[in-house]
T-cell receptor, first 112, second 113 residues
């Protein structure tokens, strides 16, 4: 049973515009959320995270928003660059369990 | 610099063979994880370990076992490889806190013929 859902398998955005990647979750016990970025033939790399006590976290061009009542989070990339083209995984965890629950990923393509 | 290494980038095995995938981390992390990544399914947790000789089943442990004899090394074992275990295998590690920011290795692409 998929507890973390990324309903858009792919997204295409023009360079310089905003990319918005969405993620929904079903487990209300999740208290920490992360985004990972993955290039082909490489392992995922940590991008940004947010605790459930916050509703926004910003790091340079990347901002994650959390809406707990809707069980929804989103990753905003502004401005998008061709090097951002990758698969983005949303992940969530709950304090009592150390493992992460990953979504299926969204493939972002940023075109020049 | 944080580093997680996996013994092979590509591996081809035959059905029924015993397969060992090795993962080593140099960050003195307590937690280590094995995932598999398949198209359309994302990353699924196979097993994880939070201490030497300790292990816990993930979401898809069937057909796999693990071994953690030393803190830095976590091995995934396919006792009798099957074609449906053809996949990308990813190892990760994380510190005790924050345990949820995991560092991943480059992955092993395993093909079982």
């Amino acid at each position: 049973d998929q507890q973390v859902k990324q309903n858009s398998p792919s997204l295409s955005v023009q360079e310089g515009r905003i990319s918005i990647l969405n993620c929904d979750y079903t487990n209300s016990m999740f208290d920490y959320f992360l985004w990972y970025k993955k290039y082909p033939a490489e392992g995922p790399t940590f991008l940004i995270s947010i605790s459930s006590i916050k509703d926004k976290n910003e790091d340079g061009r990347f901002t994650v928003f959390l809406n707990k009542s809707a069980k929804h989070l989103s990753l905003h990339i502004v401005p998008s660059q061709p090097g951002d083209s990758a698969v983005y995984f949303c992940a969530a965890s709950e304090t009592i369990r150390r493992a992460l629950n990953f979504g299926k990923g969204t493939s972002l393509l940023v075109t020049p | 610099d944080v580093k997680v290494t996996q013994s092979s980038r590509y591996l081809v095995k035959r059905t029924g063979e015993k397969v060992f995938l090795e993962c080593v981390q140099d960050m003195d992390h307590e937690n280590m994880f094995w995932y598999r990544q398949d198209p359309g399914l994302g990353l699924r947790l196979i097993y994880f370990s939070y201490d030497v000789k300790m292990k816990e089943k993930g979401d898809i442990p069937e057909g796999y076992s693990v071994s953690r004899e030393k803190k830095e090394r976590f091995s995934l074992i396919l006792e009798s490889a099957s074609t449906n275990q053809t996949s990308m295998y990813l190892c990760a590690s994380s510190p005790l806190r924050p345990y949820n920011e995991q560092f991943f290795g480059p992955g092993t692409r395993l093909t079982v013929l």
